[in-house]
């Protein structure tokens, strides 16, 4: 089964910290750049950031929205892309997807993603 698997989302309080975290399953996710966006209730899809390649030395994005907050990483030796969320505020709230990409192009990189996961769930909450 060809997927990807996001995790390390839950309870966090305004200001804090949280590492989500996105791994392949079934495939191998070399050829592709990584990203993370999310949709909340009511509003439109936001790329947040993304990656252009998995395997060292690839360019990222960001929104302006998590710019100095948020860090894009890729762990090659582990197979899996993490998201440092620092500073979090309550519009943060959210489920957060972890799409591979045909290649990480500025804000509406979430048109042409590959492969999806079902997200992992951030709550702000005090």
């Known amino acids: 089964q060809v997927q990807l698997v996001e995790s390390g989302g839950g309870l966090v309080q305004p200001g804090g910290s949280l590492r989500l975290s996105c791994a392949p399953i079934?495939?191998?996710?070399?050829?592709?750049?990584v990203g993370w966006f999310r949709q909340p209730p009511g509003k439109a899809r936001e790329g947040i950031t993304c990656?252009?390649?998995?395997?060292?030395?690839?360019?990222?994005y960001y929104a302006d929205s998590v710019k100095g907050r948020f860090t894009l990483s890729s762990d090659n030796s582990k197979n899996i892309v993490s998201l440092q969320m620092t500073k979090v505020e309550f519009e943060d709230s959210v489920v957060y997807h972890c799409?591979?990409?045909?290649?990480?192009?500025?804000?509406?990189?979430?048109?042409?993603?590959?492969?999806w996961g079902t997200g992992t769930l951030v709550i702000v909450s005090p």
């Open positions: 079934g495939f191998n996710w070399d050829r592709y750049a």
């Open positions: 990656i252009s390649n998995t395997t060292g030395g690839g360019t990222t």
């Open positions: 799409p591979t990409l045909r290649r990480c192009a500025g804000p509406l990189f979430f048109t042409d993603t590959v492969h």
